[in-house]
């Protein structure tokens, strides 16, 4: 997002409160519930967008669209549709809702804010490059289940040329930060570590900073809980996560405290999730 | 009998029916040779040879069709006419630079004593030609830039590949086309090309669309008096909004979809000339339907064209004409904002601004699934005929009248209650103007009109306006 549309979100956006029919939309509608589920939650994790709104108590519909990736203005999903402004991806997403009055990391000093800005690229140059690694550079996930899921929403020929373009772009873009050397295991590794780092940080605190879940904990949830409940041609990136016990529980806690409660309060509410996501338990 | 040459016309413009334009439109001058006629008219010839030469590429077999007819000719005369008919039949083949007729008596030990030799002199075309034109659309222009392969595979075949870039749309395409040997004008056509433009009027600040199309026409074939055109059309279209800005009703458009659909279209034209007309009279019917033979988008699409010309006194023309056009979405989708109807502009109704007319969210004009047109006009020539006879002859001065409503149906409501919400909220306008004809291909036209029955969101253009384009209301 450039300066001036920051500054022009940031200007209007504190004008008006967080108004009821507020929208997330995320990838493909939801004629085949299979391919919902791990869409919606692998493609571009938007559930740590969905985890922060409900972090910050704000009521957000769920919509689920085929074309969502291109009705996002920065071409990412998922982005939200709040009154007459649209808003992609999980940082200008919290840039536009603390300009509302709503912000998770007020309660931190400098030096913790820092650190967790750090720690959010951390998850987004490794967690998040190594998802994109293992979905469309591993033959075998890429063929089984990343095309396949891509290109549903479309027509033959469409569906062919949408998923290799995208996968072409997805290896130009492996090649260009110099993932595209790396093998299979180094991936796994490298997830690994990144895993080591948070885990560490975490340590026996209920969040990343003690107490209050904030954007880092979103961020963290989401692509944990992605790759916890995905299903890919092997568990070998899961088993690796699953070996990290606080943050499995870390995970478990936030899917507890703000899924499946609100869901209890709300069957068909506002902010309802869909009736059977993949879960933990 | 000495050797009589029948000197070439004008040569035809070489160009195929892909451009508009006809053959016959062009009134080409009879051949006169009155002055020998009572002499040689009586006498009997046969056309014992007829020779081509020049021959390179081409096949024999594609040049018996249009040269057959010469052999039936029974005197000079006839030979030099059905000679002269061949000649033109040749050249819209579009593969000859040149031909020329040369008529001889027969040579040679089999040579009767009336026979005669027909001989065309042809010059191939390149095996690779390049052209450059300027286009005029509705309200915009654009250049082209073509490669053209005629006569591949000797047989009038031809490549082209185009680049065109416009004020509103830049495209470039591959072509390949094919007559039926001995009947030109029906022909096959395969066209693929890639369109990048933009629908200014659907977004405060332009948004992008992208097509690719991959078409096979198969056209005109006469049935009585009417021409057909069948085509299929693949379309990959890709929608997408450039300005934030871009409503949510347009967002919601965006992406990627695939239309892949049948159309038929059948036209009645007993016009004189396709551009301000005086005389005769156009139908025109279009059916489109989308969805059966893949893609993701079905539709029913169907559209009218009507008008008639009569010729008044002082050289006036009076014409009337009526659109009218309706798109019936097929299964639960409701249609794509690339599929509905725009109206207004100066093309259509005029005193509105372009595709301003009708359905809008935020200021974007969506577009709708149901409407009409129609026009009244009075074309006069110029006010005391300055130029007469010469350059003031592409001039008319015209007073107009035209309405038209586009609005969403629900179809749920039976055709009474569509017919109503159509005869409500017309909008009209009236006004005068200059129209320019370019060639028998363009006009130009300059108006003043005053827009009558503006609806709140319309976009108006009170006062002067300019249009330019082939299709007019």
Request: glycine share 8%; net charge neutral.
């Amino acid at each position: 997002m450039s300066l001036a549309a920051e500054a022009f979100v940031s200007q209007i956006a504190a004008a008006e409160p967080w108004p009821e029919n507020a929208t997330l939309y995320q990838p493909l509608n939801g004629k085949n519930h299979f391919f919902m589920l791990i869409s919606c939650h692998v493609s571009y994790v938007p559930i740590m967008s969905q985890a922060y709104l409900k972090m910050c108590g704000l009521p957000v519909h769920l919509c689920c669209r085929a074309n969502a990736e291109y009705m996002s203005p920065s071409g990412k999903v998922p982005f939200i549709h709040v009154g007459n402004q649209v808003v992609s991806e999980l940082g200008p997403i919290v840039q536009f809702t603390k300009a509302k009055g709503h912000s998770l990391s007020d309660g931190l000093d400098d030096v913790q804010r820092a650190e967790m800005k750090a720690y959010m690229e951390l998850v987004n140059n490794m967690l998040l490059t190594a998802e994109l690694y293992i979905q469309w550079c591993d033959n075998a996930t890429a063929a089984e289940i990343t095309r396949p899921r891509y290109s549903s929403p479309y027509s033959w020929p469409l569906n062919y040329i949408l998923a290799y373009q995208k996968q072409w772009e997805v290896r130009r873009k492996m090649n260009a930060i110099g993932w595209a050397g790396k093998s299979l295991e180094q991936v796994y590794e490298d997830v690994s570590q990144c895993c080591q780092a948070l885990s560490q940080r975490l340590g026996t605190q209920p969040y990343f900073f003690n107490k209050q879940p904030t954007e880092l904990d979103a961020l963290v949830f989401g692509h944990l809980f992605t790759i916890l409940t995905t299903r890919l041609t092997n568990d070998e990136l899961g088993e690796r996560v699953k070996s990290f016990t606080n943050l499995l529980s870390f995970c478990r806690r936030i899917e507890q405290n703000y899924f499946e409660e609100q869901d209890r309060d709300s069957q068909s509410g506002a902010s309802s999730r869909h009736s059977k996501g993949p879960s933990l338990m | 009998m000495g050797t009589v040459h029948a000197r070439s016309l004008d040569p035809l413009p070489m160009q195929g029916p892909e451009l508009g334009v006809h053959a016959d439109d062009l009134d080409l001058p009879e051949p006169e040779h009155e002055t020998k006629q009572e002499v040689l008219e009586n006498k009997d010839v046969v056309v014992q040879r007829v020779h081509v030469d020049g021959l390179g590429r081409t096949k024999e077999d594609l040049l018996t069709y249009e040269i057959a007819d010469v052999f039936k000719a029974r005197n000079l005369i006839d030979v030099m006419k059905k000679s002269h008919e061949a000649r033109q039949k040749l050249l819209r083949l579009g593969i000859f630079r040149q031909v020329e007729v040369v008529i001889d008596t027969s040579q040679g030990a089999d040579a009767l004593p009336n026979g005669l030799d027909v001989t065309f002199e042809v010059t191939e075309l390149r095996r690779l030609t390049g052209s450059y034109n300027t286009m005029v659309g509705n309200n915009e222009g654009s250049m082209v830039l073509g490669l053209k392969l005629p006569n591949v595979f000797g047989r009038a075949e031809k490549f082209t590949f185009q680049f065109s870039y416009g004020t509103k749309e830049t495209s470039y395409g591959l072509s390949f086309f094919k007559p039926q040997p001995g009947h030109f004008e029906r022909n096959f056509s395969v066209n693929l090309y890639k369109v990048t433009g933009q629908f200014p009027w659907s977004s405060v600040q332009p948004s992008q669309y992208f097509r690719s199309h991959a078409h096979i026409h198969i056209y005109p074939f006469p049935i009585w008096k009417t021409n057909h055109t069948l085509k299929w059309e693949g379309v990959w279209r890709e929608l997408g909004c450039l300005a934030r800005t871009a409503s949510f009703a347009v967002r919601e458009e965006s992406g990627h979809s695939l239309k892949s659909s049948l159309s038929h279209a059948m036209v009645i034209d007993t016009r004189n000339s396709t551009i301000l007309p005086k005389k005769g009279a156009l139908l025109k019917i279009n059916q489109e339907l989308a969805g059966y033979t893949g893609g993701d988008v079905s539709f029913l699409k169907e559209d009218f064209e009507i008008q008639l010309n009569r010729r008044l006194f002082w050289d006036s023309v009076f014409s009337a004409s009526l659109w009218g056009g309706m798109l019936l979405p097929i299964g639960e989708k409701s249609s794509s904002i690339a599929d509905r109807f725009y109206l207004g502009g100066p093309t259509s109704v005029r005193g509105f601004n372009m595709y301003s007319i009708g359905p809008q969210s935020e200021g974007d004009y969506l577009g709708g699934e149901f409407y009409w047109a129609g026009g009244l006009h009075l074309y006069t020539p110029l006010p005391f005929r300055p130029g007469r006879g010469g350059f003031g002859d592409l001039f008319r001065t015209h007073f107009f009248l035209n309405a038209g409503n586009l609005c969403n149906l629900n179809y749920g409501e039976g055709p009474q209650a569509h017919l109503k919400k159509l005869a409500e909220c017309i909008r009209w306008s009236y006004g005068a103007g200059i129209v320019l004809r370019l060639g028998n291909i363009a006009r130009l036209e300059l108006n003043y009109c005053f827009p009558m029955g503006v609806q709140s969101g319309d976009r108006i253009c009170d006062g002067i306006q300019f249009g330019a384009g082939i299709r007019f209301l």
